[in-house]
Structure formats: C-alpha cells, structure tokens
C-alpha cells in the first residue's frame, strides 16, 4: 500500500543507478473501476519536468523509483485524454462520495500494487493524512493501529468536472447520474458556481432536467444562464413545461428567446403559452402536460391510447374526457377506467360534476380548492370550458410552503 503524499520527492534512478530526478506526481487512467497509474512526472534540477511511461520504470518503492533507461534515454510522453495528474487534480479538492451523497475534500489518496500495475484504490478524508503530509508519518501510522482509518472506497467516488479538465465529463459522471435527482441537487448545491455548470453539463439532459427542476430555485437560472446554449434548451425541453417555464421568467429576455429558438417547436410553444399567464393565477403555475380522451370512446380504446401514449405518472391519475373541441366533458380515475368493461363508452361511466378553474384563478384559491377536496391535480380551464391544463397538488404545495420546506416532503409523484 502507498500514500500519494509519501510518493512525492522521493527520488527517480536511471538504469545506471544516477539520480535522475524526484517524483512530482502520477498520472492515472479512469477506464477502468480502479484508476491504473500509467505514467510519473519526474522533476528535474536543471531540465523541464518529464512525463515518464510506466514502461519505462522497472522498479517503484515508497522509498524509490528506478527506471529501466538511462537518464538521457527518458522518453516524454503526453498526457491523455482519460487521464489525471491525481496529486494536483484530486489531492485538496473537493470530490462527491456517492455512498454517503457529499461532498469530501481529499486529503491523501491510497495506492495498491494489484499484479503488475499500481492502482487508485481509496481517498483518505481522516485528520492522520495531514500528519503524513506534515512528515510526521510514522505518527500518523501509530495513531492508524488505534483509529480506524476514514477511507472512501474509489468505487463510490466521483471526480467534479471543473477540477478535472482533461478528463471526458460524460464519462467521469456515470455514477453521479445513478443517485436519485434530490440527492443530485443537494451536492450541486453546494458546490461553486462553476462546478454546478460543468456538473449539470455533462449529465444526460433528462438526468440533469429532474436534478435541476430539484435545485434551489436561486441557483437555476444562474446554472442555465451559463451553460452552453445546445445543452440548456435540451434540459429545457426535458423538463415539465410548468417548471421550464418559471426558469426561464427568470432569465434576461435576449437568453431566453435564443434558448425558445433552439427547443423543439412544440416545446417552445407549449412554454411561451404558459408565459402569457400572469404567475399568481391557475394558468401561470398550471403544466400542459395531461392526459385526455374523447368522450365517444370505449373503455377498451381509452387503454389502448393509455398504452400507447405512455403518459407520465404526474398526469396519468386522472383521466379527463373532452368533446372533439377539447371542451372538458368530464373525469374519470385510473382504477375506474382499468375495472370498466371493454365496451363501455366513456360517457356512461364518467364523472361529469368536474372540479375545475379558471385560467384567470388566483393561485391561492387554486390551493384552496386542491386542499377542500382533496384532489392530486385540479383541471384549469378558459371562458370556453376548454382544458387548457392541469395544475398538480405539488404545484399548489409550492403556493402555501416555502420551496425550500416543500422538497422535503415526499413527492406525490416519485
């Protein structure tokens, strides 16, 4: 086992047993679960630092390093793309333990000699690692025999972009897209502005839509804002179109007509709709995103359509009847529509006594009437009885508790 802090300084020989330099830091790959070292950067006395190929070194101790040339025979070699400096890229930086959802700064790094390579295998985070870097490692070994070691597992860590800049984002971030999007939002918000940036970036649009649709509303505008604009109308256009809609309300008016103009047109027009309504009425905080049927059809069409729309979970409980004007005609739940006959028309078994409001409703009657009778969503309609949209009890949650109080609560809907 190896420290990377005990590794720096110690001296490099060259075939022929001449000093040839000390040992600055090691590069490492991140193909692999454990990152392998590939490569040392040699500092020199009176040349530029060298890059050396693992090839090129027969021998590495924690005490010495010998190489399998002479000194005037060093190849320099270039750093790759899936590679880091693991000494000035990770040590002192901040890194995400994806097992405990935080983040960790690092104080040493662990090394293994796993075959015939040396391998990343832990971060140490325990106050021992600052003695060793002190010098002070045989204290700290001492202190180790009586205190367990705070180790994280390589396997639950998780490099952050902007520290990390040779390395392919998309690749560096596949076990932060695992973690549920909650606790995405909880480690992005507390890093810098920055690293938020690159974070979300280089995550999958729909992972990076629900992560941010649960940020702190303060942080979301800033994070898009800075983003590159290809991938911000992407997560955009992920997002709940309610949702995508207050984001960009908040943005200056020249940033979001460009992200309008690169969405999907019936994106775009779904969000600039929502932007007509003023924010304290029903359609201000309503989503367009429900799932209706036509009141003529059969129970066993209604499924079918169900079946082959695949509506999400935030719109699929209930099911709202229109006529062919999309005039709302009427309701019927989920379990109702899947214990029908097959042949039963809608109209004979719908709810026509139709909880509704208008677009032009305050927000807070809205959450008066999702509270009075007890309803997970609440159909918003114009002067025409037309369903222009829903407004869910999450939405209406948000009206009467605070938003940071609010993502507390478990979602309806998750």
Known sequence: MFFASRLQ??????SAGELSGY????TAT??????RITSILIKRMFAPDVLVSWNQIRSFEESEVFLSCKKDEIEHIELKED??????DILDKQIVDTEGKKLIRVQDIKLARIGSGIRVVAVDISSTSVLRRLGLGFLADWIATRIKPNLIDWANVELIGSNVHNVKLTVAHEKLKLLHPADIADLVNEMAPGQRTAVLSSLDSEVAADALGEMEDSYQANVISDMESEKASDILEEMDPDEAADLIADLPEEKAEELLDLMEEEEAREIRQLLQYPEDTAGGIMTTEYFAINDNLAVSEALDLIRKHKPEAESIYYVYVVDD???LRG???????VTGLPEVRISAIMNENV?????????????KVVAKYNLLAVPVVDENNTLMGIV???DAIDIVIPTAYKKRIPRIYS
């Not at 909880?355 to 959450?367: I, R």
Request: avoid cysteine; charged fraction near 30%.
């Open 9 to 14: 300084n110690i001296r490099v020989m060259d």
């Open 23 to 26: 040992v600055k830091d090691l």
């Open 30 to 35: 991140f193909s692999k679960k454990y990152p």
């Open 83 to 88: 590679e880091v400096l693991i000494i000035k």
């Open 325 to 327: 004007s999309n005039r």
């Open 331 to 337: 309701v019927i739940s989920l379990v109702d529509l």
């Open 355 to 367: 909880v509704k409001v208008g677009l032009t409703t305050k927000h807070y009657e809205v959450a």
């Open 392 to 394: 869910t009890v999450d």
